[in-house]
């Protein structure tokens, strides 16, 4: 079992749409999480850190379920410039090495 | 916010040779930074933590005579791939913290031919 699944999609969205996304970790001991974008042929950029109670940063909100090892992140109202992999990352116990999720596609589409 | 930056960003080398790729921390020093491989539509695998004065620190099945990594100074890290093969060709990025997030550097696209 990988230590951090996504579904790889790729989600195909109209302009306008909300979209979620869901990642589940394996290692229960792991202390913090993240979601980072990544577009084609570039570096990965943090989108968002993923706290237990759950945060928002303008369209995007992101969700973490310690006991069922699930994090989620929703984008609301979607624009071109959406369109990217998504990537969750996890931190291991340690806090000195992050795992990466294989990503999610997303493209929006006009 | 940090910026790490890393050179060069493309490279095409004949099967055999070695290469060298750079990673600085522009603007914070970084007595750790992380070595990444991404091969197409995979997830960023660990390759190494290279720790500034002391030998880096190799994930399981990576060749740590294959792929050399100095971090001679606070600000500096480099990945030699020696004897580059075809297999070889993928996606590697450079990593280091800063605070508790991870910037990375542009990465390097090698292909060996």
Redesign the interface.
């Known amino acids: 079992r990988k230590e951090?699944e996504q579904d790889?999609g790729p989600f195909n969205v109209p302009e306008g749409a909300t979209v979620a996304f869901n990642c589940t970790y394996s290692n229960s001991a792991s202390q913090?999480f993240f979601w980072y974008r990544q577009d084609c042929?570039?570096?990965?950029?943090?989108l968002m850190?993923v706290y237990s109670s759950g945060n928002e940063d303008g369209r995007f909100t992101a969700q973490l379920n310690r006991a069922s090892q699930y994090i989620s992140l929703l984008i609301r109202d979607s624009k071109l410039s959406d369109s990217a992999t998504y990537?969750c990352v996890v931190n291991n116990e340690y806090g000195?090495?992050?795992?990466?999720?294989?990503?999610t596609i997303l493209r929006v589409k006009s | 916010g940090a910026v790490v930056s890393?050179h060069p960003s493309r490279v095409i080398c004949k099967s055999g040779t070695s290469v060298k790729i750079e990673c600085r921390s522009l603007d914070f020093q970084a007595t750790?930074m992380?070595w990444?491989r991404q091969f197409p539509?995979?997830?960023?695998?660990?390759m190494a933590?290279s720790n500034e004065g002391s030998k880096a620190t190799y994930e399981q099945g990576v060749e740590k005579d294959k792929f050399l990594i100095n971090h001679a100074s606070l600000t500096l890290s480099t990945l030699t791939v020696t004897s580059a093969h075809p297999e070889d060709s993928s996606?590697y990025?450079c990593?280091a913290r800063w605070g508790?997030?991870?910037f990375?550097?542009?990465?390097t696209?090698l292909t060996v031919v």
């Not at chain 1, 042929?41 to 943090?46: A, F, S, T, V």
């Open positions: 951090v790889p913090s042929r570039k570096e990965p950029k943090l850190s990537l000195n090495k992050l795992v990466f999720g294989a990503g | 890393q750790t992380f990444y539509k995979q997830s960023l695998m660990l933590t996606f990025i990593s508790t997030e991870a990375f550097g542009q990465g696209r």
